[in-house]
Every structure is written in C-alpha cells, then in structure tokens.
C-alpha cells in the first residue's frame, strides 16, 4: 500500500515557477513508477509526466516539455514537479499517481493523491 500526498501548489503570475512535491507512505516507493497528471475545470485528467523507479526514464506530455521538470528522491520517498514559465492554461489541479511499471503515458495507476491546486494568473 502507498499513500501519496501533494503539495506545493498555489497562485502565481504567468513567467513564475512552482515545485510540486509528492510525499509517499510505505516502503515500496523506490520501487515505483511516479506520474503526475492535471485536471482543469470542465476538462479530462491529462498526462503530464512520469519517472521510472530510478529516475533514469522520464516522460512529458508536450505541452509541458521544456518548461517542467520531474525528479525524484527515493531517500524520501518523495517526489518532485519543477514548473517553471507558468502559463494560465497551466492551471489545474496536479496529482501524482504510482504504479509497479509502465513508462506510457495512460492513466492506469493504482495509488493517487488527493491533488493540489496551481493557479497561474495572466
């Protein structure tokens, strides 16, 4: 079992720069495969990226590559979404999902956190 808890989450200027952390329960979470989705107002959860176990293997929906970084600490079993050049369609809210494997870019995770709120004003 693994329990997932996001934070970081707030407002900012479009330009400005947020890091979202996903703090894990249990001992597995080295193991784990760590994705972070959104989901806007009126609109479908979307992929955002993911990190292998390792960290080695990374993935990011285009609409964020360049601008977000994800990464990991399996020594705190926490792990980490840095945003920078906000923009307003950037707002949603972020969770972070683990599973055993799968570097894909679908939503098939079997723990999620409960989400944090990232608002980009323009």
């Known amino acids: 079992q693994v329990q997932l808890v996001e934070s970081g989450g707030g407002l900012v200027q479009a330009g400005g720069s947020l890091r979202l952390s996903c703090a894990a329960s249990?001992?597995?979470?080295?193991?784990?495969?760590i994705g972070w989705f959104r989901q806007a107002p009126g609109k479908e959860r979307e992929f955002v990226a993911l990190?292998?176990?390792?960290?080695?293997?990374?993935n990011y929906a285009d609409s964020v590559k360049g601008r977000f970084t994800i990464s990991r600490d399996n020594a705190k079993n926490t792990a980490y979404l840095q945003m920078n050049s906000l923009k307003p369609e950037d707002t949603a809210v972020y969770y972070c999902?683990?599973?055993?494997?799968?570097?894909?870019?679908?939503?098939?995770?079997?723990?999620w956190g409960r989400g944090t709120q990232v608002t980009v004003s323009s």
């Open positions: 999902a683990a599973r055993n494997f799968g570097a894909t870019m679908d939503d098939r995770y079997d723990y």
């Open positions: 249990g001992r597995t979470f080295s193991t784990k495969v």
């Open positions: 990190t292998s176990w390792s960290g080695s293997t990374t």
